[in-house]
């Protein structure tokens, strides 16, 4: 993927149920986003809040404390690569500033900073925490599309409840009183607006919201536990089919899978609390996403960028999989999903050999079937590009391409259709696994038809990797289905190879090969026969924050009428 690469099968379509699900027009269906708006729906969100709160369990993630400094001494909230002035009592209020990155705002409202302020030691910090979240009551009390949007309601009131303690012991003695009511407004906005059209993580977290506020008002009345029930019941439900029996989430997604085996184990806390026991079945999820968690992760300790996926916390993902209570090593394949591990020596590959998911699931989902990734020991050598919240609106959607992904594209075009809504057209579908261990070494036979429907052809690729890891051989063929011949013959291919924008590459042999060093001076070098070679720009979004230049092997040829097969081996070099 380079910069200024045209779009290519990417054309309009039906807006993703999760997009729609997402915007506030789709919120307010039934409702109307005037009567949201109004005064009257104010009222209806109550004036008379429970008499008793329960403190359910204290936050216990780490924040960042030079951030909470920094809000604490400069009056600066910085967040998903923006930053903006946040100060209480301001004639700039913050909560819906024009302007303002709408993730920025989404972070603000959320109140997931509060721990970043709480961490930072400074007494000071629990009555700033007090004095903003007063401040938000005071000018967010009736809905809007940006304070009130589903899950930032959701994240606020979980955020909120865990840091109560925290801020009441330095604020005044009104504040408690203030407080309840403001999370009880919410909490029935948020009960409303979660009776149709949730999916996805955004579910998880809506319904984890609701267990907490019920938890947290059990001792004002049955209907909190009836309320408690319903959500508990709903979320057991849901994670029953969303999380996969081989413990991926539907949307195939890396960072997904960490967060919302974060929101899980926060119910589960919850629960245990107020010594009660966390269904059967959210267990089970828990039991089940952890050793998926351990298989998404690299040599490095980040996470394998797939679907929208960039490296993440390494301190967050050790705390999450320590607080799984599970054990469990990462498996070599996942059998529902289809990604594929294979390990070896200090070598690790991690190849998706699934289908993209299917719709209403596939707004952050990425065209890159039978793409791979390889680390050696603790440092990435073959990446696909990646993308992170905050990142530049054209690059998120480039980085979505086929071509932005380390597997093999034809005729520039994605081997799944993007749609300009975002939504997924055309999968690749019919993606066929076959896997063998002979020796020690490790074999993967993958293919699937995102090219039949245009051009009759079917992308094979075959991996295998050595005993000791030192070898890494592959095949990339282009063949007509079932053994016709290519009905739109002498497109041109190019398998690519994205790498870590760590490693140093020249070109050697005359052209017929290329040579990568990593940082700690240990070398790789990839040949290929069938193909021309070549060394080309490309851009890594791996890490939040970051558009960092970097390189890719690219591999290219035309695929004849009677299909074409391109060998290559990514060896280690010694001393």
Same mark, same amino acid.
């Not at 993927?1 to 919120?27: F, H, L, N």
């Not at 916390?313 to 289809?338: H, N, Q, Y």
């Given at each position: 993927?380079?910069?200024?690469?045209?779009?290519?099968?990417?054309?309009?379509?039906?807006?993703?149920?999760?997009?729609?699900?997402?915007?506030?027009?789709?919120?307010?269906?039934?409702?109307?986003?005037?009567?949201?708006?109004?005064?009257?729906?104010?009222?209806?969100?109550?004036?008379?809040?429970?008499?008793?709160?329960?403190?359910?369990?204290?936050?216990?993630?780490?924040?960042?404390?030079?951030?909470?400094?920094?809000?604490?001494?400069?009056?600066?909230?910085?967040?998903?690569?923006?930053?903006?002035?946040?100060?209480?009592?301001?004639?700039?209020?913050?909560?819906?500033?024009?302007?303002?990155?709408?993730?920025?705002?989404?972070?603000?409202?959320?109140?997931?900073?509060? *721990?970043?302020?709480?961490?930072?030691?400074?007494?000071?910090?629990?009555?700033?925490?007090?004095?903003?979240?007063?401040?938000?009551?005071?000018?967010?009390?009736?809905?809007?599309?940006?304070?009130?949007?589903?899950?930032?309601?959701?994240?606020?009131?979980?955020?909120?409840? *865990?840091?109560?303690?925290?801020?009441?012991?330095?604020?005044?003695?009104?504040?408690?009183?203030?407080?309840?009511?403001?999370?009880?407004?919410?909490?029935?906005?948020?009960?409303?607006?979660?009776?149709?059209?949730?999916?996805?993580?955004?579910?998880?977290?809506?319904?984890?919201?609701?267990?907490?506020?019920?938890?947290?008002?059990?001792?004002?009345?049955?209907?909190?536990?009836?309320?408690?029930?319903?959500?508990?019941?709903?979320?057991?439900?849901?994670?029953?089919?969303?999380?996969?029996?081989?413990?991926?989430?539907?949307?195939?997604?890396?960072?997904?899978?960490?967060?919302?085996?974060?929101?899980?184990?926060?119910?589960?806390?919850?629960?245990?609390?107020?010594?009660?026991?966390?269904?059967?079945?959210?267990?089970?999820?828990?039991?089940?996403?952890?050793?998926?968690?351990?298989?998404?992760?690299?040599?490095?300790?980040?996470?394998?960028?797939?679907?929208?996926?960039?490296?993440?916390?390494?301190?967050?993902?050790?705390?999450?999989?320590?607080?799984?209570?599970?054990?469990?090593?990462?498996?070599?394949?996942?059998?529902?999903?289809?990604?594929?591990?294979?390990?070896?020596?200090?070598?690790?590959?991690?190849?998706?050999?699934?289908?993209?998911?299917?719709?209403?699931?596939?707004?952050?989902?990425?065209?890159?079937?039978?793409?791979?990734?390889?680390?050696?020991?603790?440092?990435?050598?073959?990446?696909?590009?990646?993308?992170?919240?905050?990142?530049?609106?054209?690059?998120?959607?480039?980085?979505?391409?086929?071509?932005?992904?380390?597997?093999?594209?034809?005729?520039?075009?994605?081997?799944?259709?993007?749609?300009?809504?975002?939504?997924?057209?055309?999968?690749?579908?019919?993606?066929?696994?076959?896997?063998?261990?002979?020796?020690?070494?490790?074999?993967?036979?993958?293919?699937?038809?995102?090219?039949?429907?245009?051009?009759?052809?079917?992308?094979?690729?075959?991996?295998?990797?050595?005993?000791?890891?030192?070898?890494?051989?592959?095949?990339?063929?282009?063949?007509?289905?079932?053994?016709?011949?290519?009905?739109?013959?002498?497109?041109?291919?190019?398998?690519?190879?994205?790498?870590?924008?760590?490693?140093?590459?020249?070109?050697?042999?005359?052209?017929?090969?290329?040579?990568?060093?990593?940082?700690?001076?240990?070398?790789?070098?990839?040949?290929?026969?069938?193909?021309?070679?070549?060394?080309?720009?490309?851009?890594?979004?791996?890490?939040?924050?970051?558009?960092?230049?970097?390189?890719?092997?690219?591999?290219?040829?035309?695929?004849?009428?009677?299909?074409?097969?391109?060998?290559?081996?990514?060896?280690?070099?010694?001393?």
């Amino acid at each position: 993927m380079v910069p200024g690469a045209r779009p290519i099968r990417s054309v309009q379509g039906r807006p993703t149920a999760k997009s729609a699900a997402k915007s506030a027009v789709k919120e307010s269906r039934g409702l109307g986003r005037w009567f949201l708006g109004s005064s009257l729906y104010s009222l209806t969100l109550g004036y008379n809040a429970p008499q008793s709160f329960f403190a359910v369990a204290p936050d216990g993630w780490p924040g960042d404390p030079a951030l909470g400094q920094r809000l604490l001494m400069a009056g600066e909230l910085a967040a998903v690569g923006s930053a903006g002035t946040v100060l209480p009592e301001s004639d700039d209020p913050p909560w819906q500033r024009r302007g303002a990155a709408p993730l920025w705002l989404d972070a603000l409202n959320s109140f997931g900073w509060l *721990r970043d302020l709480r961490d930072c030691g400074d007494p000071a910090a629990g009555m700033l925490a007090a004095r903003l979240v007063d401040d938000w009551t005071n000018k967010e009390w009736r809905w809007s599309p940006v304070t009130w949007k589903r899950e930032v309601v959701a994240n606020r009131i979980v955020n909120w409840i *865990r840091h109560y303690e925290w801020m009441a012991a330095a604020s005044d003695p009104g504040f408690a009183a203030r407080f309840v009511l403001s999370i009880s407004r919410q909490r029935v906005h948020l009960r409303r607006v979660a009776r149709h059209g949730m999916i996805g993580h955004e579910a998880v977290a809506v319904l984890k919201a609701l267990i907490f506020a019920d938890l947290a008002f059990i001792r004002d009345g049955k209907h909190f536990e009836k309320g408690l029930e319903q959500s508990l019941s709903r979320l057991a439900k849901f994670v029953k089919r969303y999380v996969l029996h081989d413990g991926v989430v539907v949307e195939r997604a890396p960072h997904v899978q960490l967060a919302v085996l974060r929101h899980l184990l926060d119910v589960r806390a919850a629960l245990a609390s107020a010594e009660r026991r966390a269904p059967a079945e959210l267990l089970a999820a828990i039991d089940r996403m952890a050793p998926m968690l351990r298989f998404f992760r690299h040599g490095d300790g980040g996470l394998a960028l797939f679907n929208g996926t960039w490296e993440g916390d390494r301190r967050m993902i050790d705390l999450v999989l320590a607080r799984s209570s599970s054990g469990e090593a990462a498996p070599a394949m996942a059998l529902v999903s289809g990604f594929q591990r294979l390990v070896a020596g200090t070598s690790l590959v991690i190849a998706d050999a699934g289908s993209p998911p299917g719709r209403g699931m596939d707004g952050i989902a990425h065209a890159g079937t039978l793409s791979f990734e390889m680390s050696a020991a603790h440092e990435r050598l073959i990446v696909n590009c990646g993308t992170y919240p905050g990142a530049p609106r054209d690059w998120q959607h480039f980085m979505r391409y086929t071509a932005a992904h380390s597997t093999a594209v034809v005729d520039d075009t994605n081997s799944t259709e993007i749609t300009d809504h975002g939504s997924l057209e055309y999968r690749a579908g019919n993606v066929l696994i076959d896997r063998a261990d002979e020796g020690g070494a490790q074999w993967l036979d993958m293919c699937h038809d995102g090219y039949r429907s245009l051009y009759g052809i079917i992308h094979r690729r075959r991996l295998w990797l050595s005993p000791d890891g030192g070898d890494l051989r592959g095949e990339d063929s282009f063949l007509g289905y079932e053994g016709r011949p290519i009905t739109v013959p002498d497109q041109r291919f190019i398998a690519r190879f994205h790498l870590h924008p760590t490693v140093k590459a020249t070109l050697a042999q005359s052209g017929q090969a290329v040579l990568m060093r990593l940082p700690s001076g240990r070398g790789w070098k990839l040949r290929a026969t069938g193909a021309g070679i070549g060394l080309a720009e490309s851009i890594y979004l791996g890490e939040e924050g970051r558009v960092r230049r970097t390189e890719q092997i690219v591999l290219v040829g035309q695929v004849p009428v009677e299909g074409i097969t391109v060998k290559w081996a990514l060896t280690r070099m010694e001393g």
